[in-house]
């Protein structure tokens, strides 16, 4: 079992629409978790942490669910620049952080 | 101002040969990776220094070879490319890690095809 797993996608969705990813691990003693962006040829950037009581970010919504080891991602009214990959990030402690595959997503007009 | 910055962006070169990639961050981070990003676009640590010091060595062929000369900078030397090699090379730096990890800033890449 991959320590980050994520559904590869792609996600074609049209603007204005809502999606969801999802993201499971399999360390129970993992501490910290987060969201990248990577978009095409670029590097990945942080799109935002997630914490155990879940938070917000503008039309950006993570949450984290300890007992079952998945995070999720949930992306409102999609925009067009939302196209990119989103990557799973988790912190195994001891400087060690793992990147899920990622997810593509392509948002149409 | 560039954050995180890597020379060179691309790199073309034979197999066999020697090559370097440089890595800068002006962040006053105490941490610094190395990530590979091959053709199925997964990232995988290679290596992590905190303080200069050699923190990660995450199963890389001894080919590879990480050199810290300060905490801003941290440069990976490759002996004997193979074609295997070809790859993005990120470098990234974060404040400090340990057991809680905190976000980490990237490089552009460096885009390497070994013919």
């Known amino acids: 079992r991959k320590e980050v797993e994520q559904d590869p996608g792609p996600f074609n969705v049209p603007e204005g629409a809502t999606v969801a990813f999802n993201c499971t691990y399999s360390n129970s003693a993992s501490q910290s978790f987060f969201w990248y962006r990577q978009d095409c040829r670029k590097e990945p950037k942080l799109l935002m942490s997630v914490y155990s009581s879940g938070n917000e970010d503008g039309r950006f919504t993570a949450q984290l669910n300890r007992a079952s080891q998945y995070i999720s991602l949930l992306i409102r009214d999609s925009k067009l620049s939302d196209s990119a990959t989103y990557l799973c990030v988790v912190g195994n402690g001891g400087f060690k952080t793992i990147f899920g595959a990622g997810t593509r997503l392509f948002v149409k007009a | 101002d560039t954050a995180v910055s890597q020379t060179p962006k691309y790199l073309v070169t034979q197999m066999g040969n020697d090559k370097s990639i440089k890595c800068e961050q002006n962040?006053?981070?105490?941490?610094m990776y190395w990530y590979k990003q091959d053709s199925k676009k997964f990232l995988k640590i290679m290596f992590s220094y905190n303080n200069k010091e050699l923190i990660i060595n995450e199963t890389v062929p001894n080919r590879f070879s990480p050199k810290s000369p300060d905490k801003a900078h941290l440069n990976l030397h490759i002996n004997s490319l193979e074609l295997g090699d070809s790859a993005v090379y990120f470098c990234?730096?974060?404040?400090?890690?340990?057991?809680?990890?905190?976000?980490?800033?990237f490089g552009p890449g460096t885009r390497l095809l070994v013919l």
């Open positions: 962040l006053g981070h105490d941490t």
């Open positions: 990234a730096s974060s404040q400090r890690a340990g057991e809680i990890q905190e976000t980490q800033y």
